[in-house]
């Protein structure tokens, strides 16, 4: 399984840009990389994936270098509902698109 | 339109005391997975169906674990003689594309869970 690592929590201010990497050392050549954010009392929900280079949406940006051993999610302008935990998972096939790992813990602050 | 839903959403059980929980995934997904979260901790994978037939099921930690999902649609995770290490949220999530399922490629859509706690 490919293992992720994530800082364990970062603080920011309301407003402020917020940048979590993830390392993903023996990602292989077929695994997406995925971010999911969790809220208490709540079920993780899907922010972005991507396979390299950079992915936009409407949430988040994802970054990933040619080496794809890493990843950052950023998220601009964050409130104070962004206060959650945030999961990068590094996978393809079965099981190796579903590890977790326990995430970062972002606190925004006003 | 509804998303996962599962039910209880809490659940409370004497330690030897068989549980069931139930999830009910988006109509029409395919895929539907079983995940066991411990306090504090992320997701642990425990088990996946494609329709009605179970093709991993390496993630259940013991044999009282058991899984179906008779018709392709509804889910039960049933634990046999609990206990209080079982205490955790256990989470259901359903995807759309079986083709995808599994790629790292296709978006999971997490019910609520079910909180057990084991006494």
Redesign the interface.
Known sequence: LAKTTQPISMDSYEGQEVNITCSHNNIAT?????WYQQFP??????II?GYKTKVTNEVASLFIPADRKSSTLSLPRVSLSDTA?Y?C???????????????TRLQVQP | GAGVSQSPRYKVAKRGQDVALRCDPISGHVSLFWYQQALGQGPEFLTYFQNEAQLDKSGLPSDRFFAERPEGSVSTLKIQRTQQEDSAVYLCASSRDPRLAGLGTDTQYFGPGTRLTVL
């Open positions: 077929n695994d997406y990389i995925t009392s709540q079920g993780p929900r899907f994936q935990v999961y998972l590094a996978g393809g096939t079965g099981r190796r698109a579903l590890t977790f790992g326990s995430g």
